[in-house]
């Protein structure tokens, strides 16, 4: 699939719209061409109601990294994660595909989505953070607006875009009533 560059390398812009594209060529395959059809309008309808509920709320700003041994691959808006969350109303920052912590710290984001693999290592990366004394400045570590995310709804998420936005969407404005994922 178009959305499956390596998170270290920003070869292309990877889209929301890829994702809808595959998935549709998927019920084309399969035969499954009205269960995609639903499936694709339930992302864009997603994505218009937390639009709609989230427009007179502030932009946070976000990044979504991901802890690649000690180096920290960032997903900005060439990437599907970061689609999402420019889709979504949030300001995400363009980067470096790998980022170090300095520039992590100069961001300073409101939200940090951390890709992971997994309830256990969720819990990992987001003490990882946390527990890292050079990064206790960060405003996400005293406000925990530290959301892990799991890989598969960020890389190649297909079927599950939809639930995706939802996660993003309730990290991005967890005060809107209705947006909970």
């Given at each position: 699939?178009?959305?499956?560059?390596?998170?270290?390398?920003?070869?292309?812009?990877?889209?929301?719209?890829?994702?809808?594209?595959?998935?549709?060529?998927?019920?084309?395959?399969?035969?499954?061409?009205?269960?995609?059809?639903?499936?694709?309008?339930?992302?864009y309808q997603t994505l218009?109601?937390?639009?709609?509920?989230?427009?007179?709320?502030?932009?946070?700003?976000?990044?979504?990294?991901?802890?690649?041994?000690?180096?920290?691959?960032?997903?900005?808006?060439?990437?599907?994660?970061?689609?999402?969350?420019?889709?979504?109303?949030?300001?995400?920052?363009?980067?470096?595909?790998?980022?170090?912590?300095?520039t992590l710290l100069s961001?300073?984001?409101?939200?940090?989505?951390?890709?992971?693999?997994?309830?256990?290592?969720?819990?990992?990366?987001?003490?990882?953070?946390?527990?890292?004394?050079?990064?206790?400045?960060?405003?996400?570590?005293?406000t925990k607006r530290i959301?892990?995310?799991?890989?598969?709804?960020?890389?190649?998420?297909?079927?599950?875009?939809?639930?995706?936005?939802?996660?993003?969407?309730?990290?991005?404005?967890?005060?809107?009533?209705?947006?909970?994922?």
């Amino acid at each position: 699939p178009w959305n499956t560059n390596d998170p270290g390398g920003h070869a292309h812009r990877e889209t929301i719209e890829s994702e809808m594209k595959f998935l549709y060529g998927l019920g084309q395959l399969l035969h499954e061409e009205d269960r995609a059809a639903q499936m694709i309008a339930g992302v864009y309808q997603t994505l218009a109601d937390i639009q709609e509920k989230s427009a007179s709320a502030p932009k946070p700003k976000a990044l979504v990294i991901e802890f690649m041994g000690k180096e920290i691959a960032s997903y900005d808006a060439t990437k599907l994660a970061g689609d999402m969350v420019t889709r979504l109303g949030g300001e995400i920052p363009e980067t470096m595909p790998m980022i170090d912590r300095e520039t992590l710290l100069s961001i300073d984001p409101d939200v940090l989505f951390i890709v992971c693999y997994g309830e256990e290592d969720a819990r990992q990366v987001v003490a990882r953070v946390l527990e890292d004394r050079a990064l206790n400045s960060m405003q996400v570590v005293h406000t925990k607006r530290i959301c892990p995310l799991l890989l598969e709804y960020v890389y190649s998420s297909e079927v599950r875009t939809e639930d995706a936005l939802k996660i993003i969407g309730h990290a991005l404005y967890p005060d809107i009533e209705g947006l909970a994922a």
